[in-house]
């Protein structure tokens, strides 16, 4: 790799420490090429990605963004899995982990802050963007359909009384 193919890479992988919302640290030692592709088509599904890189190069597009605390987290076989979303990344990481034993996480960011294995964790169990915005709109719909069910139901009623008179008179 010359030069001006590393100050690409570490172009790139500034952009990605500044504008994802989540970046999770893993050694992948031991995993096969198979097993990569599904952790790779796993985070695509969910709107992340994985990336590989030199963790010299790394180390370098860290330094002045918010998350360079995690720099010390690059040693080894090291892996990167990031989503601009706070918590695909980690759910997904999370998730394979399970499954792959020589997948271990290692820590993490979260915008500046920095997590350590458990923090992953933490933030994996917590709710993607789309599921809090669908109970809030559902906590928010709940009182409308009741007020339309509670308006309904007297002209409901009515209607089956006068219905039974009917059904009365007719027999």
Do not use: W
């Amino acid at each position: 790799m010359d030069r001006a193919q590393k100050e690409k890479v570490v172009e790139e992988l500034g952009q990605i420490f500044e504008s994802s919302g989540v970046v999770v640290v893993a050694h992948y030692a031991g995993l096969t090429v198979a097993e990569m592709q599904v952790l790779r088509a796993r985070m695509r599904e969910a709107g992340g990605a994985v990336r590989v890189a030199k963790n010299r190069l790394a180390k370098i597009a860290l330094e002045g963004k918010p998350c360079e605390s995690i720099a010390s987290l690059l040693t080894g076989m090291t892996v990167l899995a990031y989503s601009e979303d706070p918590v695909t990344a980690a759910k997904v990481s999370d998730e394979f982990a399970k499954d792959n034993k020589k997948f271990v996480i290692l820590g993490g960011a979260m915008g500046g802050t920095a997590l350590d294995s458990d923090g992953v964790k933490a933030v994996a169990s917590m709710p993607s963007r789309e599921e809090l915005i669908a109970q809030v709109v559902s906590c928010i719909g709940a009182p409308a359909a009741n007020i339309a069910g509670a308006i309904g139901a007297p002209a409901s009623n009515i209607a089956g009384i006068l219905s039974t008179l009917e059904e009365r008179e007719a027999a």
